[in-house]
């Protein structure tokens, strides 16, 4: 079954900092999303990329998927307080309607 | 205001007792879907419906149940609760798959 794998695990970043959250398939990917969640809150939907090689930007959050579409990264320029939260990546299943997550990315952001 | 709401949002419950978590959204979504979070595991979807009377197994059904019986509700059911069980509840829903999905607030359900 497909899996995803989020790296790093928990991010620890000093506010105006530079980071990149990464998110790989064990398959390659019909729909990749990103999601944000406040602890212990809803997800919040930030993008989706669905074309090898696409990009896409909201404010100061970019994210990429690659061309062969089996992984995708997160980029956050000048990290601000409410960056903050758990960013999970998604993707939509081989051939089913099912959903899949990764186990999502801590960020933490240092002032 | 397009949302999707989930009740009750804190539930202490005991072994066997049988419990229903409503979930209700007001898009006209035809894709509803539950998961549970737990740490260290991530988001796992349990149940997911394509539109009413449809719906299919996630990764993680077992002792759950769910109804589409219309299309803005999607009850989750535990007809007998067990401790392992004891997560936080998202429904979710969207106007179909490979769609953007809206999430409800979330369930912190404890079985003891």
């Known amino acids: 079954s497909q899996e995803l794998e989020q790296s790093p695990q928990s991010l620890i970043v000093q506010e105006g900092k530079n980071l990149t959250i990464n998110c790989t398939s064990s398959?390659?990917?019909?729909?990749l999303y990103w999601y944000k969640q406040k602890y212990g809150e809803g997800l919040i939907f930030l993008m989706m990329?669905?074309?090898?090689?696409e990009e896409k930007s909201h404010e100061k959050i970019t994210a990429k998927l690659d061309e062969k579409k089996q992984q995708s990264s997160l980029h956050i320029t000048a990290s601000q307080p409410s960056h903050a939260g758990i960013y999970l990546c998604?993707?939509?299943?081989?051939?089913?309607?099912?959903?899949?997550f990764g186990k999502g990315t801590r960020l933490h952001i240092l002032p | 205001e397009a949302q999707v709401t989930q009740n009750p949002r804190y539930l202490i419950t005991v072994t066997g007792k049988k419990l229903t978590v409503t979930c209700s959204q007001n898009?006209?979504?035809?894709?509803m879907s539950w998961y549970r979070q737990d740490p260290g595991l991530g988001l796992r979807q349990i149940y997911y419906?394509?539109?009413?009377?449809?719906?299919d197994k996630g990764d993680v059904p077992e002792g759950y149940k769910v109804s589409r019986k219309e299309k803005r509700n999607f009850p989750l059911i535990l007809e007998s609760p067990s401790p392992n069980q004891t997560s936080l509840y998202f429904c979710a829903s969207s106007p179909g798959t490979a769609l953007e999905q809206y999430f409800g607030p979330g369930t912190r359900l404890t079985v003891t």
């Open positions: 898009m006209n979504h035809e894709y």
């Open positions: 998604g993707a939509d299943g081989n051939r089913d309607d099912k959903i899949i």
């Open positions: 990329l669905q074309k090898g090689g």
């Open positions: 419906s394509m539109n009413v009377e449809v719906t």
């Open positions: 398959k390659t990917l019909y729909g």
